[in-house]
T-cell receptor, first 115, second 118 residues
Framework: AQSVTQPDIHITVSEGASLELRCNYS??????LFWYVQSPGQGLQLLLK??????LVQGIKGFEAEFKRSQSSFNLRKPSVHWSDAAEYFC?????????????FGTGTLLAVQP | DTAVSQTPKYLVTQMGNDKSIKCEQN?????MYWYKQDSKKFLKIMFS???????INETVPNRFSPKSPDKAHLNLHINSLELGDSAVYFC?????????????????FGAGSRLTVL
């Protein structure tokens, strides 16, 4: 069965420090992978996506993610975190079944940023 | 202009009542979805519609009835509300649901509708 695991429920980093949020997926075929961010009281915003090609993908707000097939991972990184990055981050895998396309989400990682 | 808009943003109601949440998208997308986010922030798909046709119904109680009058609108009606229905409901849309994979799964989400059942 398809699934997404985000091992870290909550992470705290200092402003200016680097960040890595972990994501592991389980999917039988080549996955389509996504990272979304949810700021407090807001909807989900797409940060970046991986469909094929270069395994290092760049997104908005200075985020990047690397697809590693051998590790079934799609970790999100940022070299220097800003206070405005505090939010909930969701990794997701796109699932196809003919006409039934949907996203399966991980349980999210809550990022707190210390001044 | 908001791409995917939901109303109301907040809804507080008593058990047993019936309520609706409306969703509209102005992106020209063919496919629309309802996702439920529970108190632990877990997001799970409930329904998807493609050009007004129901495509996905993920074992949701039949008290929940989606309705799509046209491909730009997908409303969610809930009958006989229960305490466990309290959640944030997100509407989303995507370009298309079949054919090329490249655009189909890029979902645009609304801001969510927080339902509280007392």
């Amino acid at each position: 069965a398809q699934s997404v695991t985000q091992p870290d429920i909550h992470i705290t980093v200092s402003e200016g420090a680097s960040l890595e949020l972990r994501c592991n997926y389980s999917y039988g075929a080549t996955p389509y992978l996504f990272w979304y961010v949810q700021s407090p009281g807001q909807g989900l915003q797409l940060l970046l996506k991986y469909f094929s090609g270069d395994t290092l993908v760049q997104g908005i707000k200075g985020f990047e993610a690397e697809f590693k097939r051998s590790q079934s991972s799609f970790n999100l990184r940022k070299p220097s975190v800003h206070w405005s990055d505090a939010a909930e981050y969701f990794c997701a895998v796109g699932v196809y079944g003919g006409a039934t396309n949907k996203l399966i989400f991980g349980t999210g990682t809550l990022l707190a940023v210390q001044p | 202009d908001t791409a995917v808009s939901q109303t109301p943003k907040y809804l507080v109601t008593q058990m047993g009542n019936d309520k609706s949440i409306k969703c509209e998208q102005n992106l020209g997308h063919d496919t629309m979805y309802w996702y439920k986010q529970d108190s632990k922030k877990f997001l799970k798909i409930m329904f998807s519609y493609n050009n007004k046709e129901l495509i996905i119904n993920e074992t949701v109680p039949n008290r929940f009835s989606p309705k799509s009058p046209d491909k730009a609108h997908l409303n969610l009606h809930i009958n006989s509300l229960e305490l466990g229905d309290s959640a944030v409901y997100f509407c989303a849309s995507s370009p298309r649901t079949s054919g090329s994979r490249s655009g189909a799964n890029v979902l645009t989400f609304g801001a969510g509708s927080r339902l509280t059942v007392l």
